[in-house]
């Protein structure tokens, strides 16, 4: 960061599906929303040069580097960007906060409890020199999803009683379709538990207030060995020739009930295998006073049942999420002009850089994400054990 034009450096690490969705962000966060600190993408990182220049040329970087540890210790850096498979993200992100540089990571946190607490305690320990760090759950930043927290916030829906998770995707369906790194547990950590479970993990708990204090979880693997994708290395012999397979060591599919902290119910439903789901997340939360049902596919809009109107007239009515005083849509445009998923990395950038500046802690942080992982670690033990598992403290 400089002191007289407020810009802060921004090193991307991977570019991948999460880099092109988070480069989007960084590029147009500075735009939209009139910011104490403007973002300069500085530089992306990843180990194959000729694939992260292209990358770089084509969402907007400045410059490359092949190694994170380079990146790091740039002092034209002032923010890292955790865009890669689990199994790194505690290394990238302690050697980050080590460096005095702030960090945004995506979820989830890191493939195990405890890697998750190092990250933790490394975040403390830096937030004394004014680093911060922040897990990146997006769809807390669906104006819909904040707009109903709010609603909940403020007492609308009364006592919170029973909550429903689903989110169904379909993208494995094809037996054939090859082992890549979210299939082996060593890189992904979980499958469609850590995946897509800890996003309506966290969106319950954000929504509600309240935390997962218990689950009876169930996971299942319905194709055990995919083909090796061509050039694998890292472990899968044969290094994808034709007809080798590898083991999936991952859930396909996660399933669990909970009980939540303040005394609701609660069902969560992860899958990769739902035929014709696309990205189907959907959010059901039900109180004494009323109900929310919120759908990723329909973002703009919160289906909203108010219990006290009159028997005669109560049914779910739609919101269209689209006034400037609804959250975060001050920055775009007349009401009725929707936006889309890509928003969401805008709206976290642009709440991330204005804790900065302020010096206070960017929520989602670190220890949300330590707790969302003692929740996906509770499943796995439910899963094998059989039984109700309590959410470590």
């Known amino acids: 960061m400089t002191d007289n034009d407020r810009t802060i450096g921004i090193g991307m690490v991977g570019y991948a599906f999460m880099g092109q969705a988070h480069s989007q962000g960084w590029r147009t966060v500075g735009h939209a929303y009139d910011l104490p600190l403007q973002p300069r993408m500085t530089a992306i990182c990843g180990r194959n040069a000729e694939r992260v220049a292209a990358a770089a040329k084509r969402f907007g970087w400045e410059s490359t580097e092949t190694d994170w540890r380079a990146l790091v210790a740039r002092d034209d850096i002032g923010i890292v960007d955790i865009c890669t498979p689990g199994s790194s993200h505690a290394e990238i992100a302690i050697g980050a906060l080590e460096a005095g540089k702030s960090v945004i990571c995506e979820k989830p946190l890191a493939n195990s409890v405890e890697e998750a607490r190092a990250m933790v305690e490394a975040a403390e320990a830096a937030a004394s020199s004014g680093a911060r760090a922040m897990v990146a759950f997006n769809y807390r930043r669906v104006p819909a999803v904040a707009f109903a927290r709010k609603l909940i916030a403020d007492g609308r829906l009364g006592e919170i009683r029973h909550v429903r998770a689903l989110y169904l995707q379909d993208w494995l369906l094809d037996p054939e379709?090859?082992?890549?790194?979210?299939?082996?547990?060593?890189?992904?950590?979980t499958g469609a538990l850590g995946d897509l479970g800890a996003h309506i993990i966290d969106l319950v708990q954000f929504l509600t207030g309240d935390t997962v204090d218990s689950v009876l979880g169930l996971t299942e693997t319905f194709i055990k060995e995919r083909p090796l994708p061509a050039g694998a290395g890292g472990g899968l012999s044969g290094g994808g020739a034709s007809g080798e397979r590898g083991e999936v060591t991952v859930d396909d599919a996660?399933?669990?009930?909970?009980?939540?902290?303040?005394?609701?119910?609660?069902?969560?439903?992860a899958t990769r295998f739902a035929t014709g789901h696309k990205n189907g997340l959907t959010v059901e939360i039900n109180g004494s006073k009323g109900s929310i049902i919120f759908d990723l596919?329909?973002?703009n809009e919160l289906q909203v049942l108010d219990a006290e109107d009159p028997a005669?007239?109560?049914?779910?009515?739609?919101?269209?999420?689209?006034?400037?005083?609804?959250?975060?849509?001050?920055?775009?445009?007349?009401?009725?002009?929707?936006?889309?998923w890509e928003h969401t990395f805008t709206h976290e950038f642009a709440d991330f850089i204005r804790a900065l500046d302020a010096g206070e802690q960017p929520r989602p942080s670190f220890a949300d994400g330590l707790q969302v992982q003692q929740v996906l670690d509770a499943v796995v033990r439910s899963a094998a054990g059989g039984g109700w598992e309590k959410v470590s403290g």
Request: no cysteine.
């Open 177 to 189: 379709f090859p082992l890549e790194w979210r299939l082996r547990a060593e890189i992904a950590g």
């Open 254 to 269: 996660a399933l669990f009930l909970a009980r939540m902290s303040g005394g609701a119910v609660a069902s969560f439903e």
């Open 297 to 299: 596919e329909r973002l």
């Open 312 to 340: 005669a007239e109560q049914g779910f009515r739609r919101v269209l999420i689209t006034e400037s005083d609804h959250p975060y849509m001050e920055a775009w445009w007349p009401p009725g002009h929707i936006i889309g």
